[in-house]
């Protein structure tokens, strides 16, 4: 269900229908949410009833933190094709070569009095 969401999801950008959109964004919505309630009534059904709520607690860290491992993975490794050459994506993100770390280097402030001299 959410890959038929994803695939009007892409056509909805180029064409340019509301419905079309709202459509592709709850389809991927509801293909994404259903399982979750499927995979904590089999994780909670596993354990004693005295400790169901630990299991839906360990269960749900469990599956935030490897939603974030993975979103920085696919991070990297789309950033990683966009940008082969670490030093264009660097110019890229600071066209005139002035990074914050040389910026700080270059105006050094001192506070006297509680005023601040560059």
Not at 44 to 70: H, Q, Y
Not at 93 to 103: A, N, T
């Amino acid at each position: 269900m959410a890959s038929v969401g994803l695939l009007l999801l892409g056509d909805a950008f180029h064409s340019n229908h509301l419905s079309q959109l709202v459509l592709a964004l709850i389809l991927c919505g509801a293909g994404a949410a259903l399982p979750w309630g499927l995979m904590d009534g089999l994780a909670i059904s596993a354990v004693p009833v005295a400790k169901a709520g630990m299991a839906a607690g360990l269960f749900n860290t469990v599956r935030v933190a490897g939603e974030g491992i993975a979103l920085a993975i696919v991070s990297a490794v789309i950033n990683g094709k966009q940008y082969p050459d670490p030093a264009e994506s660097r110019s890229r993100v600071y066209p005139r070569g002035d990074s914050p770390r040389r910026r700080l280097a270059g105006s050094r402030q001192y506070a006297a009095g509680g005023c601040a001299f560059a």
